[in-house]
């Protein structure tokens, strides 16, 4: 009679590699990534455990949650022993995490440097698939008013309203705006349109005593400020 192979249910692991209990006990932030994505799974295949599986999937992105965080859910179903139901609680939980930087944001206020703008902008773009361009308006003591999408999927000088952003700084009594777009690529390198189109609204923008501050490229954790490489 052939042996029913062992479960890799969580349930049915020993009480030492049992990372629901170990949260419980310990607190979650002793738990690795692995351990606290095989809770989410709750289980592997019958070649692996749900943590092998988790190791297994973060290993294809570098260990990089913010990777991770990229993958779709037809991505996740790509490896074996994620179905649909699986690869969907997996996005859920990571873009539960995105949303909880997001929140941490509302309590950057005031600009002091192109670190803070960083911070300010990385859980809007940061992540994203495809290319966004944003605009962040300051008052007179460089705290924000507003902050605003002006292009999504790209950036080439047609997309590019001067007129728009002027009007939208007048309307909010904005002396100071920073451009910021990411590069889902990951090359912080400045493209001629990226230049082209700082310029343009620089230009645009003295005519009516706002200043442009910065521009801001994003990719993964790191980011480009021309007001700091002195290219504005």
């Known amino acids: 009679m052939q042996e029913k192979p062992a479960s890799f249910s969580i349930k049915n692991w020993a009480d030492d590699d049992r990372p629901r209990e170990k949260l419980v006990q310990k607190g979650s932030f002793v738990l690795s ?51 649909e139901a699986k690869a969907v609680t997996i996005a859920a939980a990571l873009e539960v995490g995105r949303r909880r930087r997001l929140e941490d944001t509302s309590k950057i206020t005031k600009i002091k440097s192109s670190h803070d703008a960083f911070e300010l902008l990385y859980p809007l773009i940061g992540e994203l698939p495809h290319e966004e361009f944003w ?84 990719a993964q954790h790191e980011y480009l400020s021309f007001a700091d490489k002195g290219i504005l």
């Open 135 to 218: 605009i962040v308006y300051l008052n007179n003591s460089n705290r924000v008013v507003h902050k605003a999408q002006l292009s999504k999927g790209g950036i080439t000088g047609t997309l590019v309203d001067v007129r728009l952003v002027l009007k939208q700084a007048l309307e909010l009594g904005a002396v100071g705006i920073i451009l910021a777009h990411n590069h889902p690529s990951g090359t912080l390198e400045p493209s001629g349109a990226d230049k082209q189109i700082t310029q343009k609204l620089k230009v645009a923008s003295e005519a009516l005593d706002i200043k442009i501050l910065d521009h801001l490229i994003l």
């Open 33 to 83: 990534d692995a351990e606290l994505i095989a809770i989410l799974i709750g289980s592997g295949s019958r070649d692996e455990s749900a943590v092998e599986l988790s190791k297994r999937i973060l290993a294809s992105v570098d260990h990089n949650l913010n990777e991770l965080g990229k993958l779709s859910v037809n991505q996740l179903m790509r490896f074996k022993g994620i179905g």
